[in-house]
């Protein structure tokens, strides 16, 4: 959610901010902008919309300067207009703010009566205003900055640029990223390493509680005690060609169709398949003394999440708990010192389930965490560390992360059946053999793309549709009616197959599109009963199955989505495709924005 970049440079900056904000357009906004200081005079411009917006704003009225910090919003407090679009001035003070300031109603009375006025309805602009006071008070910058930090509740990633001062900026997190750029001669604050790609390739990541003070020529660190302190810095390897569509229409589509590569990279980190052997790339823990797992995720990472219970349990007898990160701290889980707790995040920053493994660890849980972002807070913070190689996603909705997700899960449940004696060394050779087939068997469902769109038009018009699974095909009616609720913005539901009967099975009329995620096997007789219910009912069934499982049940369906034939263990990767397709190509057909879909942000560090 929401974009920070700032730059201390030697040239111009203002286009190359505006470049560092597309390349952030990935994380979710509804308005930007942009402030630079030339002459000891701010600045600024804001525009509500879209980044094309700003671009013409800037082509009407160019600005100079040669340091200056720019924002993508995603609205948390007031609307998404352009009097809450950031930067917020206040005095000799601008800032950017990505997070909730919880306290900010308090602060803001404080201020009101202190004669501050306010010129949005923001959280941020606060922050402005209590740096502002404590300039006027006689402080320095850093010290402002310093003395407020502490006053603050919530979680944040800032930077505060000021009227006379032509060569300082400082940065500041507390729950939402902020990462250093080191250049020759001038130095850069930014969401992300993506962000900063074009500029530097070194940085540090700040810490939890850190501010850093930034100069054209030097950086300096303190911690949350105010405490000088080094943070060592990396090659990113993050490149601006990453975030390229190429030939594609959209980064969904592109992201969906890198699949089988990403998958295959992902697998290579966890299979040994010259002996049959599955090993984690992090070994310090002792897999064998695991007796409970719990697991907790948001949205798609959650649905994963569900996937890897089946697994778990069907392989090494373990009792898995999962849990939606947001809900977690709230009812009290009873946790046993010890245990295996499991977080499952794409970009290892989601606040809730941040705050979720926090709470775990200080209830004595051993902390595992499934990240594509190795450098991330969630990743430094875990005592195990699955991470996925699936690479930089920059669709909102997620597809090649959730499938790395699955590939690692799946490598994990089978190493920790291994090491619980549940597994023998020939049914663990037996999994490998099926892993390694899944990247061939997702370049095979990925054949059927045409297929695909061509009935979009089928589930575009409605108003509902309905998804079925049984086993862990549910967990994937599940995220297929949220990708389609993403990016479509057409109501739909996931249910388990057997549940219809229970309730749901009232919404079907012939306007009501249900798509079943039935592949042959054990649950495909009771899956096709289901199905033969919703079709008595006079429900549209798309049904996605293998051939075998066509030419058994196919005549009640409207149209059928040929899936190759897949082990049960790699099926829910494999089927993952045929969803993440058809609401692509729905959302394609109805012309709404597909990569970034409204009121939705790639990376939610707010609780």
Request: aromatic fraction near 6%.
């Amino acid at each position: 959610m929401c974009g920070i970049v700032a730059i201390v440079g030697k040239s111009p900056v203002a286009d190359r901010l505006f470049d560092g904000l597309k390349r952030l357009e990935y994380r979710g906004y509804d308005s930007a902008g942009i402030c630079t200081l030339k002459d000891e005079d701010f600045q600024r411009r804001r525009a509500e919309g879209k980044l094309g917006n700003l671009e013409q704003l800037l082509e009407e009225q160019p600005m100079q300067g040669e340091i200056g910090i720019a924002h993508t919003r995603w609205a948390t407090h007031g609307a998404p207009v352009e009097k809450n679009a950031h930067p917020h001035i206040a005095g000799n003070v601008a800032i950017i703010h990505n997070g909730i300031i919880e306290n900010f109603k308090s602060l803001r009375e404080e201020l009101v009566a202190d004669g501050h006025e306010m010129q949005s309805d923001t959280d941020s602009e606060v922050v402005a205003h209590l740096v502002s006071r404590e300039l006027e008070g006689g402080a320095s910058p850093k010290d402002a900055v310093a003395a407020i930090l502490s006053r603050l509740h919530g979680a944040f990633a800032m930077a505060f640029l000021f009227r006379d001062h032509d060569d300082l900026v400082i940065g500041a997190r507390r729950g939402s990223p902020l990462t250093i750029g080191y250049g020759e001669g001038e130095n850069y604050l930014g969401s992300d390493a993506i962000a900063l790609a074009p500029w530097t390739q070194r940085i540090a990541y700040l810490d939890e509680g850190d501010w850093a003070v930034l100069t054209r020529e030097t950086v300096q660190i303190y911690d949350a005690d105010n405490q000088p302190v080094e943070r060592e810095i990396v090659e990113s390897g993050a490149s601006a060609s990453a975030v390229e569509k190429g030939n594609y229409r959209h980064y969904m589509q592109k992201e969906i169709f890198e699949q089988p590569i990403v998958l295959a990279q992902t697998l290579q980190s966890y299979l040994r398949p010259y002996d049959g052997e599955i090993s984690l790339p992090d070994n310090r823990l002792e897999l064998s003394t695991i007796n409970r797992v719990t697991i907790v995720a948001c949205g798609t990472s959650f649905y994963a999440g569900m996937v890897a219970k089946y697994w778990i349990e069907r392989f090494a007898r373990v009792p898995v708990d999962i849990d939606v990160a947001s809900e977690f701290r709230y009812r009290d889980p009873i946790l046993v010192q010890g245990e295996l707790s499991l977080f499952i995040s794409q970009s290892g920053e989601t606040a809730d389930t941040l705050a979720a493994l926090r709470h775990a660890k200080e209830c004595g849980q051993v902390i595992a965490a499934v990240i594509n972002v190795p450098t991330s807070t969630m990743a430094r913070e875990a005592d195990l560390l699955l991470p996925t190689h699936a690479g930089p996603e920059i669709g909102v909705a997620s597809t090649k992360a959730f499938t790395c997700q699955l590939a690692v899960l799946a490598a994990f449940a089978a190493r920790l059946a291994r090491a619980k004696g549940m597994l023998s060394a020939e049914e663990e050779a037996e999994i490998v053999e099926h892993l390694q087939e899944a990247p061939e068997a997702m370049q095979q469902a990925l054949d059927h793309d045409d297929d695909i769109a061509s009935m979009a038009h089928l589930v575009s018009p409605a108003r509902d549709v309905l998804y079925l699974g049984r086993g862990p095909d549910y967990p994937l009616a599940l995220e297929g009616a949220l990708k389609l609720k993403e990016i479509s913005y057409i109501h739909a539901e996931g249910y388990a197959a057997g549940e219809m009967k229970h309730g749901p099975i009232a919404l079907i009329d012939d306007q009501v599109p249900v798509i079943c995620l039935a592949p042959s096997g054990p649950y495909f007789d009771k899956t096709v009963s289901n199905m033969q219910e919703v079709a008595a009912r006079g429900g549209k069934i798309i049904l996605i199955s293998d051939s075998e499982g066509i030419d058994e049940a196919g005549d009640d369906a409207i149209a059928t989505i040929e899936m190759p034939k897949a082990h049960p263990l790699i099926q829910p990767i494999v089927y993952a495709v045929p969803v993440q397709l058809l609401a692509y190509h729905v959302a394609v057909a109805k012309g709404t924005d597909v990569d970034q879909p409204r009121n939705l942000a790639k990376s939610v560090t707010v609780e």
